[in-house]
């Protein structure tokens, strides 16, 4: 089956533009995480959605990012006037929820966001 | 608040030798969970473990295996009889439930060269 999958895989932005990142989770997750991943470093949380209320978003580092999940699948995570410090790696991992559920986070291949 | 330490940056082996990589955790949860996961150049997170606080029986499988000790707040990892495959960077991770947002260390590389 497919797993998650994110778009673009790379993204080069000039500073002060927006940018948007999607994440496709595997179907019927209700769990969805966004991470940022710095060079040389472990992912970071940024937010977390279930079904498509937001119950977490103390790692989100500013007013500039916001995150959605308007249908409780697809993501989107949005970084307004982007800053050379948001060039990072964006991950974005699923988990399901339910009797049989594993709850284990399953990692998209992320998105590499570079700013000039 | 939760911490995960890899003092581990980088670690080089030869191929078939077994190599140990370290992780130390600190929370005030008395029930969390433990993870590894290996990150290979394709940059995609996979799953290897997870182990929850009150199991600290010791875990094999394969070529891998798992020491979980409370006491030290340890959770190491050792690839025995290394392969070039086993080449990427590998992270330990921690949660304060099953489900809940994951704490990755730093992660460390491992070089196996043949």
């Known amino acids: 089956g497919a797993g998650v999958s994110q778009s673009p895989r790379y993204k080069v932005a000039k500073r002060g533009q927006d940018v948007a990142l999607r994440c496709d989770p595997i179907?019927?997750?209700?769990?969805l995480f966004w991470y940022q991943q710095a060079l040389g470093q472990g992912p970071e949380f940024l937010t977390y959605f279930q079904n498509e209320a937001q119950l977490d978003k103390s790692g989100l580092p500013s007013d500039r990012f916001f995150a959605e999940r308007p249908e409780g699948s697809v993501s989107t995570l949005k970084i307004q006037r982007t800053q050379q410090e948001d060039s990072a790696v964006y991950l974005c991992?699923?988990?399901?929820?339910?009797?049989?559920?594993?709850?284990?986070?399953?990692f998209g291949p992320g998105t590499r966001l570079t700013v000039t | 608040a939760q911490k995960v330490t890899q003092a581990q940056t980088e670690i080089s082996v030869v191929e078939k030798e077994d190599v140990t990589l370290d992780c130390v955790y600190e929370?005030?949860?008395?029930?969390?969970?433990l993870f590894w996961y290996k990150q290979p150049p394709s940059g995609e997170l996979v799953f290897l473990i997870r182990?929850?606080?009150?199991?600290?029986q010791n875990e094999i499988s394969g070529r891998y295996s798992w020491n979980f000790q409370k006491s030290t707040s340890s959770f190491n990892f050792t690839i025995t009889a290394s392969q070039v495959v086993d080449s990427a960077v590998y992270f330990c991770a921690l949660s304060a439930f099953y489900g809940n947002k994951l704490v990755f260390g730093a992660g460390t590389i491992l070089r196996v060269k043949s």
């Open positions: 179907s019927g997750h209700v769990s």
């Open positions: 991992a699923s988990s399901s929820l339910g009797r049989e559920a594993s709850y284990e986070q399953y």
């Open positions: 929370t005030r949860d008395t029930t969390y969970y």
């Open positions: 182990r929850n606080s009150f199991d600290e």
